[in-house]
C-alpha cells in the first residue's frame, strides 16, 4: 500500500519534508520507524498531536524505506486520506497478528 502511496506522488519520506508537511496541512497520516531516535519520535508525536495528524511507528527505517523505493527513512507522510486510513488498517491488522 506504500508503494501505491509513493507511486500515485501521495508520499512525502525523510524528517524535513515530513515536517513540512504536516504543518502546511497536507498531512494525513505520520509514520515513524520503531528504531528511529526518541528524539525523533518525541519531535512527531509533539507535532501530530498539536496539527491533529493520525502518527503510527511502525516497520524499521530500512522497512519503510524499501517499502517506497527509497533509502532508508525514519519518518513518512501520506497525503492522501484514503490511503492513509487502508494503512492504518493495515498496521492495526499486523499489529493484532
Known amino acids: 500500500?506504500?508503494?501505491l502511496a509513493a507511486k500515485a506522488?501521495?508520499?512525502a519520506s525523510g524528517e524535513f519534508s515530513t515536517?513540512?508537511?504536516v504543518k502546511s496541512g497536507n498531512a494525513c497520516l505520520v509514520i515513524v520507524a520503531e528504531d528511529a531516535s526518541d528524539n525523533t519520535?518525541?519531535?512527531f508525536r509533539n507535532m501530530c498531536k498539536y496539527?491533529?495528524?493520525p502518527m503510527e511507528i511502525f516497520a524499521t527505517k530500512e522497512e519503510l524505506g524499501h517499502w517506497i523505493g527509497k533509502a532508508y527513512r525514519?519518518?513518512?507522510c501520506i497525503l492522501?486520506?484514503?490511503f492513509a486510513k487502508s494503512i492504518v488498517k493495515?498496521?492495526?491488522l499486523n499489529m493484532e497478528g
Open 51 to 53: 496539527y491533529e495528524v
Open 1 to 3: 500500500m506504500l508503494g
Open 19 to 21: 515536517e513540512k508537511e
Open 9 to 11: 506522488g501521495k508520499v
Open 90 to 92: 493495515k498496521i492495526s
Open 41 to 43: 519520535k518525541k519531535l
Open 80 to 82: 492522501d486520506e484514503g
Open 74 to 76: 525514519a519518518s513518512i
